[in-house]
Nanobody, 123 residues
Framework: QVQLVESGGGLVQAGGSLRLSCAAS????????MGWFRQAPGKEREFVCA????????DYADSVKGRFTISRDIAKNMVYLQMNSLKAEDTAVYHCAASPQYYTRMPREYAYWGQGTQVTVSS
């Protein structure tokens, strides 16, 4: 069992930066693949990025590639999302998620989810 708690969201101007954190609890966290997803009002949840359990592989949606960076600190049971050059279209609730088996973009393959943190980018 893994519990996830996101933090670091807020209001930022376009072009600014935010760093989201995801604190994980659970003995098996170090073996889980991790992802960040976001959901804007009236839209479906969409994949943002993922990192493999080893940390050696990362994957990004085209819309954030070159602006966002996912990382993890196994010793601290943390996953981070550094977001730079933010745009108004990045406004959404951001969720971190854990997948025991798959390194994937598919939300249905993630077994554990955090409650989310709101990111609002003003233009």
């Amino acid at each position: 069992q893994v519990q996830l708690v996101e933090s670091g969201g807020g209001l930022v101007q376009a072009g600014g930066s935010l760093r989201l954190s995801c604190a994980a609890s659970g003995r098996s966290f170090s073996t889980y693949n991790m992802g960040w997803f976001r959901q804007a009002p009236g839209k479906e949840r969409e994949f943002v990025c993922a990192i493999s359990w080893t940390g050696r592989s990362t994957d990004y949606a085209d819309s954030v590639k070159g602006r966002f960076t996912i990382s993890r600190d196994i010793a601290k049971n943390m996953v981070y999302l550094q977001m730079n050059s933010l745009k108004a279209e990045d406004t959404a609730v951001y969720h971190c998620a854990a997948s025991p088996q798959y390194y994937t973009r598919m939300p249905r393959e993630y077994a554990y989810w955090g409650q989310g943190t709101q990111v609002t980018v003003s233009s």
